[in-house]
């Protein structure tokens, strides 16, 4: 099946393809983003495929790359129990197309990775946030990110309510040194 798979595509994209690799039984196929909605379409509609389910769909941030975001799908072919890994990596600015018109699954990833690192999905019809508080500021799973974050949530013992802050930290805290906490 996986020569078959690796075939079917190359024929069918001869040029959207960068990459094809095999590791510790997983196959991961590189694609250009221009061309994703494309391959996925015929991985799904496929007769001899049958690439039915999207699995799941993650975000990578490579900090200081050009194309500074991956975005992974697994894909399942129940019939012939057989996952691919499909991969593209995308600019900072830019985004992709939803696969939700393909997948129904693919509606709460995508908003998943567009509520953690910020990747637009074109055509989605609910792009909103599902993790974090619809006033959430930033991206968190971005490697750019506070690890304290902007705001704080707690309860104010003398207005008897919770309130929302902007955290204050000190200039020594923020830029501490911990690789090295006994010396001076």
């Known amino acids: ?3 078959y798979l690796i075939n079917a595509i190359l024929n069918n994209f001869p040029n959207s393809v960068t990459s094809i690799v095999q590791s510790n039984g997983n196959m991961y196929i590189s694609v250009k983003n221009n061309d994703l909605f ?3 379409f015929f991985l799904n509609k496929h007769t ?7 699995m799941d769909l ?19 072919s129940v019939k012939y129990n057989v996952r691919i890994i499909l991969k593209t990596h995308i600019k900072q600015d830019t985004g992709l197309m ?9 509606n709460w990833l995508e908003r998943e990775v567009w509520d953690m690192y910020g990747i637009f999905f074109f055509n989605h019809s609910d792009l909103r946030r599902i993790l974090t508080d619809y006033g959430f500021e930033g991206f968190p799973l971005r490697k750019d990110f506070p690890l304290s974050g902007y705001t704080e949530v707690r309860y104010d013992d003398e207005q008897k309510r919770v309130v929302l802050e902007p955290i204050e930290v000190t200039q020594e805290f ?8 006994w010396e001076k």
């Open 1 to 3: 099946m996986n020569l």
């Open 58 to 76: 993650w975000g990578v941030d490579y900090l200081g790359r050009n194309l500074r975001f991956g975005v992974l799908y697994n894909f399942l």
């Open 38 to 40: 494309k391959i996925s």
């Open 48 to 54: 001899n495929l049958q690439f039915k389910q999207l």
């Open 174 to 181: 923020r830029y501490f040194d911990f690789t090295s906490p």
């Open 98 to 106: 939803s696969l939700s018109s393909i997948y129904n699954s693919a």
